[in-house]
């Protein structure tokens, strides 16, 4: 078992983020970190429920960016011959069912091409090829994004760790961080249930307890865990896994071939978030239990493009509390008030497609003299500089995840 022992970095939390972020730093030359895991293995809270996909094509040209910078990452896991992600790069369809989506899609095309992101709008003949047993009959344009794929979210964890271990970050599992110690107002080591250590930086990336991890050196940050589910289908008869992902803005749908059935998730109108202040550091969010007339309606909306999977069984449910903030942003880098600790946090669910794009903004955030605006933009300082209620911030993170495919 690893000791915890003085490190340059403490990274709070082993899930997709808080090792993309060791990852990131590591290939950039800082290998003396200390990533603190209270779980036996890493990934093994949100992550470990995540549906996996990547889609590269966003509404911005930073965010497009972002997720081609995890997707070269990931295929460059990919190449190790002992631990990989499981990377498939099967590329992906977004489906757009009236106008006003096809100008949507359109939008999407345009910044992929300034990202230098293949894209093309294709025709339903064409996209039939791809999906076979799909109904385009009603669909009026499908974006193709040939380099989109999907990946084992657990794997990825896992062999950002693996590599990360081979360059020397010390990775310490069952190991909870209990106290932020300061020195002179400046983050100067951790207390975790293994031992004290000293660190210069500490990273947070505690997922649903990363507000109570801010809390203990006296931030206050809207990190806001909204409940988010899909299931997965028994094999249906062509469900190979080389078929490209899918999303239906319409429909607020997405979904994967998965263990030889379909997977299948999607955006509630009407989200059910939690308060992260109603539970403990100790503690994690409530349980989730499957919620059937959530998931019965995914299935039923969908069978419109799929039939053959109308009833279908299902075998397993993917569910958790991945976490939204009230403008829609990551939170990451230096707070202005503690110097020395650093935010990895505030996913708004693409925690694990971004994971190693937010990593590479960590690390600009950290060591970069004149970082982006962009970086800049996503500072912890936005909600401790400017007053907030959490009746209003618990409003607008619901209604991020709400129109997460909103136009
Ligand atoms: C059903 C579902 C489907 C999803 N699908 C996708 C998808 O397709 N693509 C995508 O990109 N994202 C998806 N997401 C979102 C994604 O799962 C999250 O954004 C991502 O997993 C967040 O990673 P994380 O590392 O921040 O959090 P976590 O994975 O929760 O990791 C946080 C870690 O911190 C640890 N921790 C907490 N407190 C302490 C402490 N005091 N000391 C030490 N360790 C601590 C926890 O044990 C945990 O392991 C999905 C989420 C769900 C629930």
Known sequence: MTQVSDAEFVIIGGGAIGCGVAYSLARGGVTDILLAERAADVAQVTTAQGAGLCGQPRPT???TLL?????????ELQRDPKVQPEWHETGSLRIALSEKRVAELRQ????????KLEAELIDNAAARKLWPAMEFADVKAVLWCPSDGYMRPYA?????????RKLGVRIATSTAVE??????????GVKTSQGAASCRYVINAAGA?????????GLE???????HEYFVSVPVEGMVPELPCFRVPELTLYGRPCEGGLLLGGWEAQSLQTDPREYGLNAEPPPVEPDWTVLNSFEEEFSRLLPQTRGVKKTRVGRGWPTFTP???FIIGESRRVPGFVMAGGCNAHGISGSAGIGRLVYESIFDPKPSVYVKSLSPDRFTEIPWNWKDARREAAHVYETYYGV
């Open 61 to 63: 040209l930073e965010r």
């Open 67 to 75: 997720a081609m910078h995890s997707v070269a990452t990931f295929r």
């Open 108 to 115: 999407l095309k345009s910044v992929a091409d300034q990202a």
């Open 156 to 164: 990825v964890a896992s062999s950002y760790a693996y590599q990360c």
């Open 179 to 188: 106290e932020i110690l300061s020195r002179n107002g400046r983050v100067s």
């Open 209 to 217: 307890n990363a507000y109570h991890i801010a809390k203990l050196v």
């Open 221 to 227: 940050l809207p990190i806001v865990p909204v409940r």
């Open 327 to 329: 403008d829609g942003r």
